[in-house]
């Protein structure tokens, strides 16, 4: 957008119309306004995950920022209201389906089922950590590289997003920190 913008303002001699120019004088005062906006709610985001416990706590785990932090406490409220760490990912669409017939059992893609935009959040969160992979795979352990080697990529990221929420689970449950098996 900064680019397009920067080449407009640059055709003001130019031969476009000048109501053509006053429209898009428009759209980017709206435009600047708009990235002046996102600015402060990111602002105040990071002031309301900084405030809260348990969203400082899971902020401790890579691939989870401000904004699944916040979303992650505001949605969930409790981690006693699931059994387990599965029932949490399974609550956000995370786990396989399953379909069975005659004591046959397929497992298919994810369920997608229960809440998409936290769902979502994991995947990106996901997906961030294995762009970082050298870093990270330390943090995860082994199965983390082998998984990556062995699987598409997508694959690996839904399934590191399982273990995200389930990870996510376990800091609210216990309201402890995120540490690696080495740092324990």
């Given at each position: 957008?900064?680019?397009?913008?920067?080449?407009?303002?640059?055709?003001?001699?130019?031969?476009?119309?000048?109501?053509?120019?006053?429209?898009?004088?428009?759209?980017?005062?709206?435009?600047?306004?708009?990235?002046?906006?996102?600015?402060?709610?990111?602002?105040?985001?990071?002031?309301?995950?900084?405030?809260?416990?348990?969203?400082?706590?899971?902020?401790?785990?890579?691939?989870?920022?401000?904004?699944?932090?916040?979303?992650?406490?505001?949605?969930?409220?409790?981690?006693?209201?699931?059994?387990?760490?599965?029932?949490?990912?399974?609550?956000?669409?995370?786990?396989?389906?399953?379909?069975?017939?005659?004591?046959?059992?397929?497992?298919?893609?994810?369920?997608k089922r229960g809440n998409k935009h936290l769902r979502t959040?994991?995947?990106?969160?996901?997906?961030?950590?294995?762009?970082?992979?050298?870093?990270?795979?330390?943090?995860?352990?082994?199965?983390?590289?082998?998984?990556?080697?062995?699987?598409?990529?997508?694959?690996?990221?839904?399934?590191?997003?399982?273990?995200?929420?389930?990870?996510?689970?376990?800091?609210?449950?216990?309201?402890?920190?995120?540490?690696?098996?080495?740092?324990?």
């Amino acid at each position: 957008m900064k680019m397009l913008f920067q080449w407009i303002a640059d055709q003001k001699y130019q031969t476009l119309p000048q109501s053509l120019m006053y429209e898009l004088s428009l759209i980017h005062a709206h435009y600047l306004y708009l990235n002046e906006q996102i600015k402060i709610q990111d602002t105040k985001l990071k002031q309301l995950a900084e405030q809260h416990e348990l969203a400082k706590l899971l902020k401790t785990v890579p691939g989870i920022g401000d904004l699944t932090a916040t979303l992650c406490v505001a949605d969930v409220s409790a981690a006693s209201n699931f059994s387990n760490r599965r029932n949490m990912a399974a609550w956000l669409g995370l786990v396989p389906r399953q379909y069975s017939t005659g004591g046959k059992t397929k497992l298919l893609g994810v369920s997608k089922r229960g809440n998409k935009h936290l769902r979502t959040l994991f995947i990106h969160g996901a997906r961030a950590v294995l762009s970082r992979l050298e870093t990270t795979g330390k943090v995860f352990g082994q199965w983390l590289v082998d998984l990556r080697a062995s699987k598409p990529f997508n694959v690996v990221v839904v399934a590191l997003a399982n273990k995200l929420a389930r990870i996510a689970w376990a800091v609210l449950y216990h309201r402890q920190a995120f540490k690696t098996a080495s740092q324990s």
